[in-house]
């Protein structure tokens, strides 16, 4: 009988992340350097060493970094696959809620190994810290957080009403279940693709600053006439 040791399994699957265009290129750069390095038969021709790159999502395809934000979404699906000649192929395949799956033919365990943990430090560069606890977490533990976070509003409800008005409790309990729910979507996403690179400032946070002295100013404005309401409100109908 011969003893012979099993070789590792390399996983194929990265922790939750939220990654970026440049990201994205060192992902690339990584899978391209192994395919690169791999060695071919002496019969291979030009088109057999040839690499070609295709991004798809949602039934489109590109083969332009630059034109991937033009076919993906960041809540959809979407692939990265790189392949020289026929063979062998690297794919990625990024789902928002199932997590990304990693395919490689052509490479030996050795090169898989290296290739996994240069990858998989892209992905724990920019972690998504609740979604990755949340999974960490066994199944049965998630859902009996899940059930004590829901009825612990209409627990606490019947205490509240004591201490303040109704109405006020009701707000209070609509913004708890707004929380639990905004919390459990957060954390149920996996990984999620912002399609500008990092150092890019974001469109959103772009049009925050430019609105802010609006936002300011109708704030303070509102605050003002509410306590001049309050204040005429008590000096002529008390």
Known sequence: MTIRTKEPYVPDEFPPARLFLDDIEEIIRILREFLETRKMDSRSTVEDLKMSLKFSSAGKECDDLEDLPKIAKSNREFTISLTKGDWPQQTLRFHPWLGTMW????????????????????????PRRWSSMLRSIPWWQVWTLWFAA??????????LHNL????????????LYTIIVTAAIIGLRHTTIVFRHSWAPSPLRQELL?????????SALTFLLTLLGFYLKHKYWP
């Open 103 to 126: 395919l490689s033919s052509g490479l030996n365990t050795e090169d898989t190994w290296s290739a996994f943990h240069k990858l998989e430090a892209i992905f724990k560069k920019r």
């Open 150 to 159: 829901m009825w612990s509003p209409p627990f606490l409800a019947p205490q």
């Open 164 to 175: 303040m008005p109704h109405l006020t409790v009701g707000g209070i309990t609509l913004l």
């Open 210 to 218: 430019q609105k802010l002295p609006l936002i300011i100013i109708t």
